[in-house]
């Protein structure tokens, strides 16, 4: 259980307990006494197997933004070596294997989208620095790790970690390549702390198994060199993997993850999602995932019903305004209430373009620039019983003939449901 944070005697650590981040430690109170002490050097790890980042990650970034906004440093460690790998932790089944050139693109994405949120190059002692783990382990001599390194591991205590045994219990595949995953990992939180003095891991609770490893190498490493005068300690802290109301994974969108990355989930859509939170969330996200005062959060989060639509508007300006900035933020307040009011102007409703020269209602509902529905089927029963509105009035045939002519400069106002809404054009 975490310590109450009235115990904890750094601000940082007791932020982190107060707004819900904390879930477990190897030792927090060392943990403190060093963040009292002084700046810590800590580190979160991000394989780039996507192009962005998503709303699941950012609990991560967040809890760095807090740390840094306390004094510490923080790496962000991008695993350039190890996505060549895959991190079998939370998966059922081998990971997609990437290519250098898509790996090299995805380093690029997630660089800058840290840069939303935490200080770089501003001459700071704990500005945070971007790392790749391809820089130490792309060199490494096999004979020589599994030597130094692979000895002080025992696969008995390996396979008894929740990641590997859930896959061995289930008979799902688990590579050679996956199974050394933990290996690495540990061995870049010794090369971190050698090379940057850094002496705390922080991450997911799912990597638990994989962070006191990387601890434990460190203390045995350091036992056997005499020569060595750092002191040879090191921790790890994790924060809870989040399962909102509905009992879905945070981040987790009927369209797929809710990436950061603009080009692949606008503002608007952003924003949406805030704002469509269950009732029951409302609290821990605002703790979470904005910075505004915890005795405003409460307050907030202390009305029902209607009155909670006040503590939704904020949590999504707030959140959108973290990422995309102000503008972008007010942008997105001004299309929801243009989308979802009574009013004909849906001006500031982001425009959808689908490079076609025509398209079927039908076909154009469930297009993947519009995801309305699941399937075609689903569609054509939605559209027939009047689901779907065309400039606010009921279109009922799923075959009517949607064209660039008709959409017009402004865009076509395509309605679905209650809650989707959408101008599109149609370009040749």
């Known amino acids: 259980m975490p310590a109450p944070s009235e115990q904890l005697k750094s601000p940082a650590l007791r932020v982190l307990v107060e707004r819900g981040f904390f879930e477990a430690a190897s030792d927090i109170t060392a943990i403190d006494a060093a963040m009292q002490a002084g700046m810590v050097t800590f580190y979160n790890g991000y394989d780039p197997t996507a192009a962005s980042l998503h709303a699941g990650s950012l609990l991560t970034i967040m809890a760095a933004r807090h740390l840094q906004r306390h004094g510490h440093r923080p790496l962000m460690l991008l695993g350039g070596a190890t996505a060549r790998v895959?991190?079998?932790?939370?998966r059922s089944e081998t990971r997609k294997m990437l290519d250098d050139q898509q790996i090299a693109s995805n380093l690029a994405s997630l660089q800058r989208q840290f840069a939303r949120f935490l200080h770089f190059d501003s001459g700071a002692p704990n500005d945070a620095q971007v790392i790749d783990n391809n820089d130490w382990l792309a060199g490494l001599r096999y004979i020589e790790f599994i030597r130094d390194i692979g000895r002080?591991?025992?696969?008995?205590?390996?396979?008894?970690?929740?990641?590997y045994r859930e896959r061995l219990e289930s008979e799902q595949?688990?590579?050679?390549?996956?199974?050394?995953y933990q290996l690495l990992q540990a061995y870049d939180f010794l090369h971190l702390h050698r090379e940057y003095d850094c002496s705390l891991q922080?991450?997911?609770a799912d990597q638990w198994g994989n962070m006191i490893s990387g601890v434990e190498l460190i203390r045995r490493v350091g036992a056997e060199q005499d020569d060595n005068d750092r002191p040879d300690t090191a921790h790890c802290l994790t924060y809870p993997l989040l399962i909102t109301a509905d009992g879905s994974k945070m981040g987790k969108t009927a369209k797929g993850a809710l990436?950061?990355?603009?080009?692949?989930c606008s503002p608007f859509d952003y924003y949406q999602f805030w704002i469509n939170c269950h009732d029951r969330d409302v609290e821990m996200l605002l703790r979470l995932f904005t910075e505004l005062p915890l005795e405003q959060v409460a307050e907030l989060a202390s009305h029902e019903g209607a009155a909670l639509k006040q503590a939704k508007d904020t949590l999504a300006f707030e959140t959108t305004k973290l990422l995309h900035g102000e503008d972008e933020a007010e942008r997105a307040r001004r299309a929801t209430a243009q989308a979802?009011?009574?009013g004909?102007?849906?001006?500031?409703?982001?425009c959808i373009e689908i490079n076609e020269p025509e398209l079927r209602l039908l076909d154009l509902v469930v297009h993947d620039s519009v995801g309305g529905f699941k399937s075609k089927r689903d569609a054509r029963e939605r559209i027939k019983s009047g689901a779907v509105k065309i400039d606010s009035e009921p279109a009922t045939d799923p075959a009517e003939l949607i064209t660039p002519e008709r959409c017009g400069?402004?865009?076509?106002?395509?309605?679905?449901?209650?809650?989707?809404r959408f101008r599109v054009k149609l370009t040749t």
């Open 202 to 204: 922080v991450g997911g």
């Open 152 to 163: 002080h591991f025992t696969v008995n205590r390996m396979i008894a970690a929740k990641t």
């Open 409 to 420: 400069d402004d865009g076509l106002r395509l309605q679905i449901g209650r809650k989707k």
């Open 86 to 90: 895959g991190d079998p932790s939370g």
């Open 344 to 350: 004909e102007d849906w001006s500031a409703l982001p």
């Open 259 to 264: 990436w950061l990355d603009p080009e692949l």
């Open 173 to 180: 595949p688990l590579s050679f390549l996956e199974f050394n």
């Open 340 to 342: 979802f009011g009574s």
